[in-house]
């Protein structure tokens, strides 16, 4: 299992590489398929609750699927999202962290925000829980942003999430996830701080890159652009099914050899004795 020092010093060496997951099954398949870092996004609130945003996911919900996360994948640094509005101050955070840490046997934790939530940080840190930052595009904040849009965009924006970049760096985190800015804004991110950076959207010159498990394996009905599908499950998913319907309308499924058998010489028996 890959550790935070670790993690930290892959930095300059190669990429490390980042999935979310809900899941046992996709914990499993994850860890089976030699990925670095399972991380239990708070998106699992649009990719298996069904919300439009991540706001509504609550630390029960967060807990809930990252244990799920654990017996899946009992070998792979795992990472657990503070959800909306769980982290508004250190003694909050810290009970938190608590039971994320415990209740999940998770690695670490991540937090979106900058310089507005150093404090958390170094309250996180100091009790030795590695921290993830997350800067750029930030979920929990669409609503502020007037949505899903592309960030740091203009010189005073850049600016803003270099000094982010460099207060998370210099106060210890792990690394640094950077979801949805300019290519050459993220290279440039990456070169000034120490600590390696995840991309999301935020082009090929990271450290490491995340997708969410539904979009890299093209399990979403729409994909964003940042996103590439590595297979075509919910095509298959979908054919699949269709086989089966098909399949049991046709009475072809079960077959003989997916039925159990009763041996003649009972079932005779059976009807020799039975009264109805």
Known sequence: MLTSP???ALKGQRPSVWITAYDVVQAQVAEEAGIDVILVGDSLGMTTMGYDTTIPVTLDDMIHHAAMVRRGATHTMMIVDF???TYPDIPTALRNAARIMQQTLANGVKLEGGRDIIAVVD???REKIPVIGHLGLTPQSIHTMGGYKVQAKTSAAIERLIADARELSDHGVSAIV???IPDRVAAFVTDHVDAPTV???AGSHVDGQVLVFHDCLGLSPNLPKFA???AHVRDDMIHGLEDYRNAVLGRSFPSDAETYHIPDREWER???EYKD
Request: charged share 20%; no cysteine.
């Open 270 to 272: 059976f009807l020799a």
């Open 6 to 8: 670790e993690l930290r």
């Open 199 to 201: 991309g999301i959207g």
């Open 178 to 180: 950077l979801e949805g």
């Open 123 to 125: 309250a996180l840190i």
């Open 228 to 230: 590439r599908p590595f």
């Open 83 to 85: 959800p909306f509005l």
